[in-house]
C-alpha cells in the first residue's frame, strides 16, 4: 500500500542528511589542535595574558574537556567577529547571573572589567537580571560582584 506521505518523508530524510554533512564540514574547517590554540590565546587576551586557573584545573584529570571547553567555546563560539569581545563578557555575565552560577559570574565579570567594562555597567547587568531570572538571581550575583569589586580594589591598593 503505497502513502503519499512517503516521498514527502523521503525528501525530509534527504534534507536531514545534507544539513548533518553540512553541520560536519563546518566543525572540521579547523584541525581541533588549532581551535584549542585559539581559545587559549582568547583566555589569555581575556586574562592579562594569564591561563585561565579553572580551565587549567580542569585540563589535570579532564583534559578532554578542557581541549572540548578550549577549542569549542573559546576557540569557535568566543573567536567569532560579530560580537566584540567586550560584548561578548556582558551578554556573558548577564547570562550567568539569570543561571544563577555565580563560579563562572565572577570570572567573566573579571574578565569584562579587564576589556574596560566599568562597575556600573555589572550593576546595570544585575539589575536587568531581575527581570528574566528573578530578584534572588540579582541579589547572589550583586554579592559576588562585590567580592570582585573588594578584591580588585585590595590588589590595586597593594600595588
Not at 581559545?39 to 583534559?63: D, H, K, S, Y
Not at 567577529?81 to 563578557?89: S, W, Y
Request: a positive charge.
Amino acid at each position: 500500500m503505497k502513502s503519499s506521505k512517503l516521498p514527502s518523508l523521503k525528501k525530509w530524510r534527504i534534507a536531514a542528511t545534507v544539513v548533518a554533512i553540512v553541520a560536519g564540514s563546518a566543525h572540521a574547517q579547523a584541525p581541533e589542535g588549532d581551535r584549542v590554540q585559539r581559545g587559549e590565546a582568547i583566555v589569555a587576551t581575556l586574562n592579562g595574558g594569564q591561563p585561565q586557573p579553572a580551565l587549567e584545573a580542569l585540563r589535570g584529570e579532564f583534559p578532554f574537556l578542557a581541549d572540548a571547553v578550549a577549542g569549542y567555546a573559546l576557540g569557535e563560539v568566543w573567536g567569532r567577529p560579530v560580537l566584540d569581545r567586550r560584548t561578548r563578557q556582558l551578554v556573558t555575565v548577564s547570562a550567568f547571573a539569570a543561571q544563577g552560577n555565580l563560579r563562572y559570574l565572577k570570572i567573566h565579570a573579571g574578565y569584562a572589567l579587564n576589556l574596560g567594562v566599568s562597575e556600573d555597567e555589572l550593576k546595570e547587568v544585575v539589575y536587568l537580571t531581575t527581570v528574566h531570572a528573578g530578584f534572588p538571581r540579582a541579589i547572589d550575583a550583586a554579592q559576588v560582584l562585590s567580592e570582585l569589586f573588594a578584591e580588585r580594589k585590595r590588589a590595586r591598593e597593594q600595588e
